[in-house]
């Protein structure tokens, strides 16, 4: 079993819908969590923290269960350019490295 | 200010040839990483340096892959001899601590053919 695992995807939604993704790590040590964003041929970006109550930033919401070792990310109101790959990040107690998971594609329609 | 470069961007070259790819962190990073990534899957962690030391390499294969950072700045990542299935972008990240968000190159492209 994976680290981190996400739904390869890919998510194919029309402007305007709401898209949520999972992700599920295996390491309860785990200690801080993160979204990176990566658009086609491109390198990985920090999208969001994930923090134990919750945090939004705009039009993304994201959310940690600590118990079923889990982590979402809402994101409303889709954009065209919101299309990337979204890569659910651990890092874990131990060592201080992160784990990527292997990435969910968004794909935005008109 | 100048984000994490890397060089070559594309490389081909045939199996068992010798590659080198580098790196030059943001200024002021002590935390500098090599990641490989295939495609469609998420980065994985090569090896991680503290300054000039390598800090965790447990993922590097070491019978053809090595690294160095000698005075704790530039990294060159090396592959002799290269395999097919080395075909992969190799990433560079860093930051500022080990628990930092990290800032990543736009990578290197290698084909083996």
């Known amino acids: 079993r994976k680290e981190v695992e996400q739904d390869p995807g890919p998510f194919n939604v029309p402007e305007g819908a709401t898209v949520a993704f999972n992700c599920t790590y295996s390491?309860?040590?785990?200690?801080?969590f993160f979204w990176y964003r990566q658009d086609c041929r491109k390198e990985p970006k920090l999208l969001m923290s994930?923090?134990?109550s919750g945090n939004e930033d705009g039009r993304f919401t994201a959310q940690l269960n600590r118990a079923s070792q889990y982590i979402s990310l809402l994101i409303r109101d889709s954009k065209l350019s919101d299309s990337a790959t979204y890569l659910c990040?651990?890092?874990?107690?131990?060592?201080?490295?992160?784990?990527f998971g292997g990435g969910t594609r968004l794909m935005v329609k008109p | 200010e100048a984000g994490v470069v890397q060089s070559p961007r594309y490389k081909i070259i045939e199996k068992k040839q010798p590659v080198a790819f580098w790196c030059n962190p943001i200024?002021?990073?002590?935390?500098l990483y090599w990641y490989l990534q295939n495609l469609g899957q998420g980065p994985e962690l090569l090896i991680r340096?503290?300054?000039?030391?390598?800090?965790?390499d447990s993922q590097l294969p070491k019978d053809r892959f090595s690294a160095e950072r000698l005075k704790g700045v530039d990294s060159t990542l090396k592959i002799q001899p290269a395999e097919l299935g080395d075909s992969a972008v190799y990433l560079c990240?860093?930051?500022?601590?080990?628990?930092?968000?990290?800032?990543f190159g736009p990578g290197t492209r290698l084909t083996v053919t």
């Open positions: 990240a860093s930051s500022s601590g080990s628990a930092d968000e990290q800032y």
């Open positions: 390491n309860s040590a785990s200690q801080s």
């Open positions: 994930v923090y134990s």
């Open positions: 990040v651990v890092l874990s107690r131990a060592g201080n490295m992160l784990t």
């Open positions: 200024s002021g990073h002590n935390t």
């Open positions: 340096y503290e300054n000039e030391e390598a800090v965790d």
